[in-house]
């Protein structure tokens, strides 16, 4: 009885363990609606579902709430990274425009994933991550691109949501926007209450030729709901593309949204392989008063101001990494625009309009598991987002991923590399071995057609507003979610109304605190740095995740308000359970089971992140391990030493001591003795063959030697 008891603990604890680890994109409960495709005989929806669970389970599939048609109900069993698809029947993809829709639930016993695959014809597709229930929200910023925009609100319980509608048009004046459908008339700038029970959606699409955008429309709820947002098709015109009508063409767009209190402040921007087109990135801000910082195409600092929540800017930039940050929580979107101009520099350029979630840093994770869609004839690829320290140690299906790429440097951040490597369809998983977060992101090129998703990130609460909720009933109401944090204290003076040019100058103590607030120095910046990702502690009796922030004793206003100038938050994993801890490693090895070497530093390196004081002679980048070897003039230790001032202007011969090229005579004289010995080893290797010869013909009179040399039989003569 006691070994049966045992076996179940121990079984429940693996089982534990595992689930830990798992991104939280999978989950056990999904409710989805599909954004509204125009009718085409060639619509088609996929929804692919994948687990990391070894065991095999089922999911059940169901549709719920819609008048029209049977319901389905069906049974898809998965088992570890084995995936499933489930393609869907065209009668369930019935475009309303405005009212309620199919609602699609899937549930099972274990956590697993699903991937949505749209595909409107032959030139139109777009993909999305599917999030649980469990990682809905209360308060979202919908985001669309600039042509028929569609919209899709879910509920999983009795919900009472609140539509603030925004519309933005190309050249048009907001309030001259509306969407409607058959009587039902939407404008910028109106309220709309909607009343959703168990397991509803309620779309509002416009897919009819309407010019216009939805993002920036602010859904509030007093529960959590899920909202997938996009667009029924989308045009390069409607992108600011210079190009006509004739060559232009449509494709679909889709996303499900993350929530408000997901939205970050440091983002990097995607490199696409095989595309040279400018890209565009969405930006929405999440609380008034938002700067947003980024470094132009020609290397300039720009800076961008978003007055009120919910605003939204587009930002078209060249495609190269780089680094977005904001002073205050803003969510980003990527938008691929098409090459539609036939030009020589564009004519075969893969891809197409698409739209794509772009993951805070904050938000990146150690272990993803994803499903490459099946589309016939296109390229997929995977784009991978690391500091460069940790890239030795990504795994892709349990091979080391490193060599395989080509890394590019990150604008405004120096410790951050992004790659992108081509990847075949199904299911795969990638991962750090020293669990180092990363970012990783799902992409596919066909001409004049792609989709593009992330392959997965955290849902957490990372941006603490600190509002009242207009849905909140009183001063104990759990929606509330103001709980007087360090951080929320700081937004609390930052953003009750204080903007530029409404400042309360009773939270004030000086005209120098006004002129700080005017520059963008906010209390919150001047005291409170950003948190950094996620990781195991340096402790191996400690198995949880960490991360921390500095925080200063004062802020602008000298008034304390950090108890300890380090702030540490934590969170349940399974940090050196499974693995060696780094502590144990031998000298010069260092990271989780010791997979790194630190060889080239001159001293054992920290066993935990590989950094060193010093390099050896020939070697630098001691921060990250000494894993770069001198360059150009330079050597000696950490390559501090200049071989321009030792070798009189030239470079270098050998890069740890500095030897200089003293004479070009020496060069000469290797040049002619690698002519000169050659021509005496054939000169003497003929001599010898001639003598060998001679010695033949007077000596050995054989049959054999007759033969050879082909003379007449004797007796013939």
Request: with cysteine; glycine share 6%.
């Amino acid at each position: 009885m006691f070994f049966l008891l045992l076996l179940a603990t121990v079984s429940l604890l693996c089982h534990l363990d595992r689930a830990s680890t798992l991104s939280t994109t999978l989950g056990k409960h999904f409710l989805l609606s599909l954004p509204t495709m125009a009718p085409h005989h060639q619509n088609s929806v996929v929804f692919y579902l994948y687990t990391e669970d070894v065991d095999s389970f089922k999911v059940v599939l169901t549709t719920e709430h819609y008048k029209l048609g049977p319901k389905l109900s069906t049974d898809i069993v998965l088992s570890r990274l084995k995936d499933e698809s489930y393609r869907l029947h065209p009668k369930y993809h019935y475009a309303t425009g405005l009212g309620l829709k199919w609602t699609f639930r899937f549930v099972g016993p274990t956590m697993f994933g699903i991937t949505v695959l749209m595909e409107e014809s032959l030139e139109s597709a777009a993909t999305f991550v599917a999030l649980p229930v469990s990682s809905w929200g209360r308060k979202y910023y919908a985001v669309t691109l600039r042509h028929v925009p569609t919209l899709q609100i879910i509920a999983n319980q009795q919900a009472r949501v609140l539509l603030d509608v925004s519309l933005h048009g190309a050249e048009r004046d907001p309030a001259s926007l509306f969407v409607q459908f058959l009587n039902i008339r939407l404008k910028h700038g109106d309220r709309k209450t909607l009343h959703l029970n168990r397991y509803e959606a309620y779309d509002i699409s416009s897919c009819d030729n309407f010019k216009s955008s939805l993002s920036g429309t602010k859904i509030t709820s007093d529960v959590p709901v899920g909202v997938v947002s996009g667009s029924c098709r989308t045009s390069f015109y409607e992108l600011h593309m210079n190009c006509s009508y004739t060559h232009s063409s449509l494709d679909i767009a889709a996303e499900m949204l993350t929530p408000v209190q997901t939205f970050g402040r440091q983002f990097i921007t995607p490199k696409l392989y095989q595309r040279q087109s400018r890209g565009s990135y969405i930006v929405i801000s999440s609380h008034h008063n938002t700067l947003v910082q980024y470094v132009d195409d020609h290397g300039v600092s720009r800076d961008i101001a978003l007055p009120l929540a919910g605003d939204v800017v587009e930002l078209t930039l060249r495609q190269h990494p780089r680094l977005i940050q904001a002073t205050k929580a803003i969510a980003m979107y990527f938008v691929q625009h098409s090459t539609c101009q036939p030009t020589s520099a564009s004519r075969y350029e893969l891809g197409d309009v698409s739209l794509m979630l772009l993951v805070p840093l904050q938000l990146f994770y150690f272990q993803y598991t994803f499903r490459v869609p099946g589309v016939r004839f296109v390229e997929n690829y995977i784009l991978i987002v690391i500091t460069s320290i940790h890239r030795n140690s990504l795994l892709l299906d349990e091979e080391y991923l490193n060599r395989r790429l080509d890394w590019d440097n990150v604008w405004g951040a120096e410790s951050y590399s992004e790659g992108a490597l081509k990847i075949y369809d199904g299911v795969h998983s990638i991962q750090t071995t020293d669990k180092a977060v990363f970012g990783c992101y799902v992409y596919a090129l066909r001409y004049r057609f792609s989709y593009m998703h992330p392959a997965g990130y955290r849902v957490m609460r990372i941006n603490r507003e600190c509002e009242r909720d207009e849905l909140s009933e009183g001063d104990n109401d759990t929606n509330n979610e103001c709980d007087e944090s360090v951080v929320e204290k700081l937004d609390k003076i930052s953003e009750e109304d204080n903007d530029v040019n409404g400042l309360k100058l009773s939270l004030l103590e000086s005209m120098d605190d006004f002129e700080q607030q005017q520059s963008g120095l906010t209390a919150r910046l001047a005291t409170v740095s950003e948190w950094s990702p996620w990781h195991c502690a340096q402790d191996c009796n400690q198995n949880k995740l960490i991360r921390t922030r500095q925080c200063s004793h004062y802020d602008v206003r000298k008034k304390p308000v950090c108890k300890e100038p380090l702030i540490e938050e934590g969170q349940p994993e399974a940090c050196y359970v499974r693995e060696m801890c780094p502590a144990k490693c031998p000298s010069f090895t260092w990271g989780l089971n010791c997979y790194q070497n630190c060889s080239k530093c001159y001293q054992p390196c920290n066993k935990f992140n590989g950094t060193c004081s010093q390099c050896k002679a020939g070697y630098k980048n001691a921060k990250y391990g000494c894993n770069q070897s001198c360059e150009l003039f330079e050597f000696g230790q950490d390559c501090t030493g200049n071989c321009l001032t030792k070798c009189d202007g030239e470079d270098c011969y050998d890069r740890v001591t500095g030897e200089c090229n003293t004479s070009k005579i020496y060069f000469v004289v290797i040049f002619l003795l690698a002519l000169v010995i050659p021509c005496c080893a054939v000169l003497c290797s003929g001599k010898s063959k001639s003598y060998s010869f001679a010695e033949d013909v007077e000596f050995n009179d054989g049959p054999a030697f007759e033969t050879v040399l082909n003379i007449p039989d004797r007796s013939t003569i």
